[in-house]
């Protein structure tokens, strides 16, 4: 059964570059069938899709934070990450990593989710 | 972009009556619409995709329906365990992937 779970900083300031790293257990990262997605939620609100990465690095950005966010892959260790740079009290979310369906892209499994909060 | 509009915001239901929600897209996914559930500080699950499809072990009372840009959720019988938010997310032109702002089903 795939698994994801996310890790990093729970608390980033202002200004600052949050970094997240997503586990994937239970299957390959390198499945030719899949993208690995990043998805946050602030406190109270909806769902927004911030990206997602093929096996091959190949990556997929929402243009709203394309010019902050970075999504790498490694597939040595089966897992991806998440930086976003110059990061404000709005970025304040939690954050899900999810399996995006290669030539379908719904998500499915997602991790646990992961809160990260700027402040100074 | 495309936006995803639901509606409505919340919708209270009895015990084992009938929920419907809605979602409407700002211009036609074919049937590239998928549905999730979301309980309180849980993840989002996958309950529908391709607008009617059932994900694995999604009880047969979730329906999907809907094609173009109007697409339905109905729960036919709600349960305790059915009492969460509902999301659309449309995948027919990405990126990015986009969500509707939810519904919220509670407890009459």
């Known amino acids: 059964q795939l698994q994801l779970q996310e890790s990093g900083p729970g608390l980033v300031k202002p200004s600052e570059t949050l970094s997240l790293t997503c586990t994937v257990s239970g299957g390959s990262i390198s499945s030719s069938s899949y993208y690995w997605g990043w998805i946050r939620q602030p406190p109270g609100k909806g769902l927004e899709w911030i990206g997602s990465i093929y096996y091959s690095g190949r990556t997929n950005y929402n243009p709203s934070l394309k010019s902050r966010v970075t999504i790498s892959v490694d597939t040595s260790k089966n897992q991806f990450s998440l930086k976003l740079s110059s990061v404000t009290a709005a970025d304040t979310a939690v954050y899900y990593c999810?399996?995006?369906?290669?030539?379908?892209?719904?998500?499915?499994?997602w991790g646990q989710g992961t809160l990260v909060t700027v402040s100074s | 972009e495309i936006v995803m509009t639901q509606s409505p915001a919340t919708l209270s239901v009895s015990p084992g009556e009938r929920a419907t929600l809605s979602c409407r897209a700002s211009?036609?996914?074919?049937?590239?619409l998928a549905w999730y559930q979301q309980k309180p500080g849980q993840a989002p699950r996958l309950l529908i995709y391709g607008a009617s499809t059932r994900a694995t072990g999604i009880p047969a009372r979730f329906s999907g329906s809907g094609s173009g840009t109007d697409f339905t959720l109905t729960i036919s019988s709600l349960q305790s365990e059915d009492f969460a938010v509902y999301y659309c997310q449309q995948y027919n032109n990405w990126p990015p992937l986009t969500f509707g702002g939810g519904t919220k089903v509670e407890i009459k």
């Open positions: 999810a399996r995006q369906v290669l030539g379908s892209n719904w998500l499915d499994p």
């Open positions: 211009q036609s996914l074919n049937s590239n």
